[in-house]
């Protein structure tokens, strides 16, 4: 039997206001003046002065909004790479992303290709990076994709949405300052917090569970509890609470694997388009089967916050449509290993897979 | 305000047996073949063939038997490095070190100090050191310290009882394999398990505390009391357990610290060698008016495994002894001001710390 070796985030600074440090935090790591911190920015700050007054931008450094609204793409990753290669003399001091999930795979993504040729759709996939990426810090702004802590960075690729999955990924710096998610609207606070919940859930019940991971994803899930069912936190206290749930969640998939939902919520995502926190949520509903009391406790959390989700969603797809969405699930062989054991071939088929898409 | 800018162990590997991938993980890290690997191994292990024979030697690589009975010394350090810098021609390509707190704590100094110059107790104190270690990897054998995990290396030098607290300290690579506390005889199993359970007790009530220590902490006493208390776990699980409640424990000083124990138990240990572990325990059997939920289970604990500790250790001391004492605990500032607050001076006097130490 052979363990995985996980690479940690280097350094993490947890603290409200902590944001205020990040130009004493990259200042050191500057190259020189000719090699530019670039910030990747969700467009939603745009214009927003009381964050991006506190980006501290000197010489050539570079703030570029990115637009959260659908999720990172290989083809995106090289063009921003390519961008950044032929406006800049040399190779960026840091790439620092700025937002949700979304900006931070990309900003590990973009920090991976700088420092390796071809295209991110070539490595996509396990242990694929050759070469160490560009210093690469994150700064979650909402709280539950775990991407903070996470060896992955998640992309859609032409022919499938899979991870560069690799020891290069890890930041070197996280920056948690809850205060950072105060703006963030009640809808896609509770998708995104619910995708830390998902976390819990699929690696407290996954066949790959051990007491590392164990003892990271009961803390999380308890804070979960905490913040979605209780509901008597203070505002900040439920800020700082979920900014370490997704911390802690991440953590607990290190000698883990996500799950079921994960699985057919990819499917979802690379057919549709349809955001990955939102895409759980639609998912986790009906998978009762095989997540009796996480999916029970899912159904209260979204009451108690009065969350509809989208119905139907599958509802005008054809034959070929589904065949897509079971044949990007169906690749996804680690999740269901982890979640149903190794003989998962054995129960969960094509047909599985559409009847449950079917219900969505 | 301005917070702590926490530097993590950069790769962590856990399981049953993940000791037999020491030699796949640092061998990468061989600079050359007069670049050895030094091992600091605890001398409980000379002989035995199931740890040593696992021990990959190549080269000019080298064991060296290190006792645990006295804890690590500021001129113990000088003393190994300087062997090492007149033994090899070049500087180590990597310290390992194997055993409990001293072990690790030897390890992380000597990597400190084979690229830093002068002596061991000029680093003693916060952010003193210039260079990165050499590439130190950590393996504990017993659990409950958080050596593997903190950014300290706790020395006895000339004048005091300090760490080499600094971002360089921290193990480039912690190996943790629970399958290696096996043989802990059962009265060291608690006193050093007892450390972990006091970091939680002291963090978790210190004034430092906030959400990114609470939630390490909660989840370290938690498994603490699951260990100690409920005793209903399977020796494996128990193993498994602990280990991971002392990583935990750990991380949970990263920003807080520890408290009025530690204070007094390095004065203990300062003036009569008392070790850490049982000297913690000494202590905390006197502090319910400091800590009293955390004193009553302790007591429960204590019970429980039958555990009796030494009696009037201070019995036969001299006045001077006690000032030597209590000048080393009172000058342990962060600990006091975290365990009782900024005007901390006001109640913890020498009389205070007198009257306690006469208990013990």
Not at 42 to 47: I, M, P, S
Not at 49 to 66: E, G
Not at 203 to 212: D, E, M, P, Q, R
Not at 239 to 246: G, N, P, Y
Request: net charge negative.
């Amino acid at each position: 039997m052979s363990y995985k070796n996980f690479p940690m985030v280097s350094r993490v600074i947890f603290g409200r206001g902590s944001f205020n440090q990040l130009s004493e935090i990259i200042e050191p790591k500057r190259l020189n003046t000719n090699a530019p911190f670039i910030f990747f920015v969700d467009d939603v700050f745009k214009g927003n002065a009381w964050l991006m007054s506190r980006i501290p931008l000197s010489y050539q450094d570079k703030v570029i909004y990115v637009s959260a609204n659908e999720e990172p793409k290989t083809e995106q990753i090289d063009q921003l790479v390519e961008d950044i290669i032929l406006t800049f003399k040399e190779r960026p001091s840091g790439i620092i992303g700025i937002g949700g999930g979304c900006l931070l795979d990309i900003a590990k993504a973009v920090s991976i290709m700088l420092n390796n040729d071809g295209e991110s759709k070539d490595y996509q996939g396990w242990d694929l990076v050759k070469n160490p990426a560009v210093y690469h810090v994150g700064v979650p702004t909402i709280s539950g994709t775990g991407a903070e802590v996470s060896r992955t960075t998640i992309l859609t690729g032409p022919e499938r949405k899979l991870g560069i999955n690799s020891d290069y990924t890890p930041f070197d710096q996280v920056i948690l300052d809850p205060e950072l998610t105060k703006d963030v609207p009640k809808d896609q606070w509770f998708y995104t917090g619910m995708d830390c919940y998902v976390h819990c859930i699929e690696s407290l019940n996954g066949t790959y569970l051990n007491t590392f991971s164990k003892t990271y994803g009961e803390k999380a899930l308890e804070l979960c509890k905490d913040i979605f069912l209780n509901n008597t936190l203070s505002v900040e206290e439920s800020q700082d609470k979920l900014m370490m749930a997704s911390w802690h969640g991440g953590m607990s998939i290190a000698y883990s694997q996500v799950g079921v939902c994960h699985a057919l919520s990819y499917g979802l995502s690379y057919l549709l388009g349809i955001k990955h926190g939102i895409g759980n949520c639609i998912v986790f509903n009906h998978l009762e089967d095989y997540y009796p009391e996480g999916v029970a406790l899912f159904k209260q959390m979204k009451e108690t916050h009065n969350i509809t989700l989208p119905q139907g969603v599958c509802a005008d797809l054809s034959d070929k449509d589904f065949d897509v969405m079971i044949k990007v699930a169906l690749s996804l062989e680690p999740l269901w290993e982890n979640a149903i054991g190794k003989n998962w071939k054995k129960t969960i088929t094509p047909e599985t897979l559409k009847a449950l898409y079917q219900k969505m």
